[in-house]
């Protein structure tokens, strides 16, 4: 069994991220199994080295040990152009213009609002016709056209109730769903441990590995570690932050205690 934490250095680790860390721990070591960490860092606006620094320290205080090297994203753009071309090639990504509001104009009915998917407003196919001709252009957004991929899939996804999947982001040149399910193939990956926050995106991870033939790991999706007022921890709620319970004398024991294990 391999098992991965997988956090994006873009904050301090709080109780939900020490939460799903020992979770995925713990199952790889009652399996006698392999723990991995993974820095998610395709979004170069927001991650830090010091956050990353602080993120490796807090998890071996909390006793986590892993292989190194660490995988980082921001290594791993040629994989991720692997995969893009690929999938370019087979006349199954377009290229998307679109900014938010075009999206939120074009997808908005009278009465209901805007139709929401796992990835926010569903995307309601603006640049669906776009040409696919030509060599994979590299600076706009690409698309996944979910009705094209039907005949390769088993069990396809709706392009009205999910909208065609971003693959690759302007600015990035991928998106958390391609790096994730490439990433954790190419770590062999077998069962994959984070809340159930992610829960929606596991449909989209599954139809990709179907698509680009890599295996799927189990999933295991775990509560959400809420605050006081039942609301999720978000990575801005630096007052649960790991750092600031160690700074008050908190054992890794106690932290295991405050989140139920
Ligand atoms: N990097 C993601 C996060 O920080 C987690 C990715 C995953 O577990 O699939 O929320």
Known sequence: MITRFAPSPTGPLHLGHAFSALTAWDLAQAAGGTFLLRIEDIDRSRARPEWEAQILDDLAWLGLRWPTPVMRQSDRQPAYDAALDALWDRGLLYPCTCNRRDILEAASAPQEGAPMGPDGVV?????????????????????????????????????DKVGDVVLARRDMGTSYHLSVVIDDAAQGVTDVVRGKDLAEATPIHLFLQELLDLPSPAYHHHRLIRDDSGKRLAKRDDARALSLYRAQGATPRDIRAMVGL
């Open 123 to 159: 995307y309601p196919g603006i640049c669906r016709t776009k040409p696919r001709t030509g060599p994979r252009p590299g600076d706009t957004a690409l698309r996944l056209d979910l009705a094209a991929c039907q005949p390769f899939v088993k069990t396809p996804l709706s392009a």
